[in-house]
């Protein structure tokens, strides 16, 4: 997929701006192709799967994107669960609500966060009822159920 459009990996119906347009919801959400830059961004929050992970993104397997080139995600859908196994950069606050919104829209029951920043996720996810849910060689794993239908 090129820039703009809906998403078509998983057929969420997450729309993808196109940066020659205008942003609506103030908030721009780019898909990104793997390259050196994003593994550096992502960092640490890949563990040691950089490998898998990598490949999976350039199948197209797992969705990367940018929100507002500050906060940076990499996710896929797991039995109606949206799972970040990756999150990196900052404002994480701003971000998590629309994040939310887009978990509610695709139908999901769950996010889950694979993180190891277990007490800044549970600090920002309480409203949602964020819990931990399993830890394992230092990565939390940490959920929040999804409330049906769509907020605004």
Same mark, same amino acid.
Not at 46 to 55: P, T
Not at 117 to 128: A, C, E, N, P, S
């Given at each position: 997929m090129g820039d703009g459009g809906a998403c078509?990996?998983?057929?969420?119906?997450?729309? !993808?701006?196109? /940066?020659?347009?205008?942003?609506? #919801?103030?908030?721009? =959400?780019?898909?990104?192709?793997?390259? /050196?830059?994003?593994?550096q961004t992502l960092g640490v929050s890949?563990?040691?799967? *950089?490998?898998?992970? +990598?490949?999976d %993104?350039?199948?197209?397997? !797992?969705? +990367? !994107?940018?929100?507002n080139g500050q906060l940076f995600t990499?996710?896929?859908?797991?039995?109606? #669960?949206?799972? !970040?196994?990756? %999150? +990196?950069g900052a404002n994480l606050q701003r971000y998590l609500p629309s994040i939310y919104r887009? +978990?509610?829209g695709l139908g999901c029951?769950? =996010? *889950?966060v694979h993180t190891y920043?277990?007490?800044?996720?549970? *600090?920002?996810?309480?409203?949602?009822g964020a819990k931990l849910v399993g830890e394992s060689d230092g990565m939390s794993v940490i959920e929040c159920e999804v409330a049906n239908g769509r907020t605004g």
């Open positions: 078509r990996c998983c057929r969420c119906g997450l729309s !993808l701006v196109n /940066p020659s347009k205008k942003k609506v #919801t103030g908030i721009e =959400v780019r898909r990104l192709k793997w390259s /050196p830059d994003l593994e890949l563990g040691g799967d *950089r490998d898998e992970i +990598a490949a %993104v350039n199948k197209g397997e !797992l969705l +990367a !994107l940018s929100w990499v996710s896929e859908i797991q039995d109606h #669960t949206l799972v !970040l196994c990756c %999150v +990196a887009w +978990a509610q029951k769950a =996010v *889950r920043r277990q007490k800044v996720f549970l *600090r920002i996810g309480r409203r949602y």
